[in-house]
Structure formats: C-alpha cells, structure tokens
C-alpha cells in the first residue's frame, strides 16, 4: 500500500508540474502576440502629425498587388504629397522585416519582389504583411491601407466629371472584356477606363519610371481637382463615396477628424515622386532603401508653400551604378493650370497635340437634380412599383420621364442610383435611404438612372 500511495503521489506531483509548464508556455505565447487593439489607429494617435496611407492595386487574378501610392499628408504645413512605387520593383529587407514576415511564412526569401508579398499569405493577412514590409523600406509607420481591385479603381476615378490631360504615351492594352483598345497620346478627358490603363499598360512605356511619370501626371490632376471643390461638405461627400468602394482597414470616421484640414490643402501645392532606387545586374530594379528615406524624411520636413515638387524622369535602366536618380533631365509635375470647379464643364485643350480622342465622354448639362432627367428601373416583382415611384417623385418636383424593368438581373439587395455626374442625386437619398449612388453607364437622353431594390417597395 505504502508502494502505491507513493507512486500515486509521484504522478499527482508530475501533472502539476505539467500543468504548471503549459500555463507558463501559454501565458509566454500569449505575450509574444500584439496586444488587441478594438479599433484601428485613428489619425489622432499620430503625435507627430502626420497621416499616411497607402493605396494599393489590388491584382484580382493572381492575388498579388500592381502598384503602390502612398499619400503622406502633413497637418501641420497641410503639404499633401505622393510617392509613387512602380510595379514590379525588388525591395532587400531589414533582418528584423525579414525575421518578423519569415515568421509567418518561411518560403518568403530577403530579396523579394513587392508586389509578390500578398501571394505568400491568405487574403486577411496579405495587407497587413505587404504594409509591414512597405514600412521597412519607407522607413515611416502607415495609417491605413487602401486596396481597390481594377473595378473598384475605376468607380474612384469616375467619381468625378472625366478630366481633360495631355496623355504623353501612345497607351495600347486589352481590356477587361478582352478586346484590344488604343488610346492615343494627346489631349483628351480621362474615364475609369483609360485611367487603368495609364497604370496597367506596362508594355505601352519604354521603362517603369516613364510609367511612373505618366501616372503622376495623371493622377496629380484627378487630386488637384479633388481638392479644389471649394466646399467642405462635397470633400466630405467624395470620401463617403470612396469608402463604399474601399477595401480598408480604415472607415470615414477614421478620416472625420482631418476632414477641415484637408480642406486647406492648396491643389496647386500637391506634389508626387517617383521612389528612387537603382538596377542591378540582373536587370531586376531594386528600391534603394536609403535614398527612399532619405526623400521621406525631406517630405516630411518640407516647409508650407514651397509649391509642387519636381520628380526625375531619368530612365535608371540607362546606368547600372548603385546611386540612383539625379537631379538633370528633372521636370516639374504638370499643373492643373487654373483651379476647376464641380460646377465647371472640362473644355479640350488642343493647345498640346492635333491629335483628338477617339471617343469623348458625354459631359453632363445638368447639376441640379431636380433639372435632370432621370428613368426609374425595377428589379423587383412587384408591378407598378417604378410608376408609383414615379408619381411620388414627379409630385415632389423631380423629372421622372420613363418608368422600365431592369434587366440586368436578379433583384438588387439594396437600390442603385446611377448619375452622370457627383453633384447629381444625393437629394435622392431622402427618399431611398439604402441607396447607393455612383457614376454608371446612363442611357442617352436621361442624367439618372434608379434601379429599385426590394428595400424600397413602399412608397411613402
């Protein structure tokens, strides 16, 4: 007996001993994690006084990611300012970067391609490791993502009149629908469309910083005329639309306490750069990481007022040396010339190119809703639901003039308002609450177009 009790007591101490390593194992694991945060960082927790996001491309058909912006916004100076990372460019890692992403996956390799980051991880972490290795070579803490699919960067773009821009690159791509597209260089409006193609046509560009200059060009008109709306209220407008299209760890009210300083950013003083780096051997183009911090930490420094920024379209395929762009063959970033306004109709400038667009969006007559023309489609099965609508909205002063079923589909979830232009339509949300409300493909002959969901089948 006196044999039993002793091996019995042999074993109790063995499994406390047990628990007791287990305990301590996973208290240990447990510290090793990040604490949990309930929400994400808002702009306010930044002591220095910065907000940086980064936009990324999101490739919806391999996982990866095709280009990199990040916006860097200084609240204290209200300098708003853009470098640009061309896809496909090669970053070396810190060890720590290294050590902390070889971590979570050990086939990732030191020397990696950008882009590739997100192919090496499941769709919920893929961001947030792509951001941590953007960080490392940035050598500055981002916000927020932003990541929009090439369906979702066309519905940014759109959300605005197309604007006029002197394209510098005869651009030739097949587009989305498999059909083969030419755009010629020239002046000319800019859609969604063709938008996607300045960043997508990478075959259209003698090398990836030509692309770069191009997408700056472009881009540094479409943020120009974003700040430059001269109304608090249509900023605040434009993001509540972004953050329907976004995919973000960000929300709008994660924006809301910059909203009124963004509004002093000068559209004149917006400035964009081209991340320096330089070639190797072997052809593939490495991010420098010094000189990308170096630039950053000029960014930041730079005083209010100092105007846009010149960006180097020096090709660096044409050296092989470690030192990255210099200041000859630099230019400045086209300006948007004078200050545009919502209330503005785009006018051609011919004054660059004799050559013409193809094809030019229509440009929308009206931007007052209750001027406009507008059809009303139902993807319900309940009959005379558009008609009723119709009378409700004609009584209250609208322009209703054709009432159709919609043909495009299953019912909707929740109501569709299509305009040819963002001043059109909010006015509308009052009567369909759930509505969504984005520039769309609008028949001929109308300004807006509601597509009825089953959220709306009473008429109040």
């Known amino acids: 007996m006196k044999k039993k009790s002793k091996k019995g007591l042999i074993l109790v101490i063995i499994a406390i001993i ?90 990732l390799m030191k020397d990696m391609n950008l882009s590739s980051i997100a192919l090496y ?28 699919s090439e369906e979702e960067f066309i519905q940014l773009i759109n959300l605005v009149t197309p604007l006029n821009y002197d394209l510098k690159t005869n651009i030739s791509y097949i587009n989305r629908k498999g059909v083969s597209v030419e755009i010629p260089a020239g002046s000319q409006y800019i859609d969604g469309e063709k938008a996607l193609a300045i960043l997508k046509a990478e075959d259209s560009y003698e090398s990836k910083i030509n692309q770069a200059n191009e997408i700056c060009g472009y881009l540094n008109e479409y943020y120009s005329f974003i700040f430059s709306l001269n109304s608090l209220d249509k900023l605040k407008e434009y993001y509540t639309y972004v953050f329907e299209i976004v995919q973000s760890d960000a929300t709008y009210d994660d924006y809301a306490a910059y909203f009124e300083k963004l509004y002093n950013v000068n559209p004149n003083e917006i ?8 070639l190797v051997e072997d052809g593939r183009y490495f991010i420098d990481s010094a000189q990308m911090q170096q630039m950053v930490q000029e960014i930041m420094e730079k005083p209010a007022g100092t105007g846009k920024e010149v960006i180097s379209t020096e090709d660096p395929s044409s050296s092989t040396s470690e030192g990255g762009s210099s200041e000859e063959g630099s230019e400045d970033v086209p300006s948007t010339g004078e200050t545009p306004s919502t209330e503005d109709t785009p006018s051609t400038d011919n004054t660059g190119s004799t050559e013409k667009p193809t094809t030019e969006p229509e440009v929308p007559q009206v931007t007052n809703t209750k001027e406009a023309t507008i059809q009303i489609l139902n993807s319900t099965h309940v009959n005379g639901l558009a008609k009723k609508w119709q009378k409700k909205l004609n009584g209250d002063g609208y322009n ?33 609450p759930s509505a969504t409300i984005e520039l769309g493909d609008v028949p001929e002959g109308f300004d807006i177009v509601i597509i009825l969901s089953s959220q709306d089948k009473t008429v109040k």
Do not use: W
């Open 400 to 432: 209703v003039t054709e009432v159709t079923n919609y043909e495009g589909g299953s019912t909707l979830e929740s109501t569709k308002i299509l305009v040819k232009d963002l001043s059109l339509g909010s006015e509308l949300k009052e009567y369909f």
């Open 271 to 278: 400035s964009f750069h081209i991340m320096s780096g330089a």
């Open 121 to 148: 991880f499941n769709k919920e972490a893929r961001y947030e490791h792509t951001i941590t290795a953007l960080e490392d070579v940035l050598g500055l803490e981002v916000d927020y993502y932003e990541v929009f």
């Open 18 to 107: 047990a628990v007791v390593i287990f305990v301590k194992k996973s208290k240990d694991k447990d510290e090793d994690k990040p604490p949990k945060v309930d929400k994400p960082i808002t702009i306010e927790n930044r002591d220095d006084g910065y907000f940086v996001t980064a936009m990324m491309g999101e490739n919806t058909t391999v996982g990866g990611i095709d280009y990199f912006i990040v916006k860097i916004f200084n609240s204290s100076t209200n300098n708003l300012d853009f470098v640009v990372i061309p896809d496909g460019c090669y970053l070396k890692m810190s060890d720590a970067c290294y050590q902390t992403l070889s971590g979570k996956n050990a086939d």
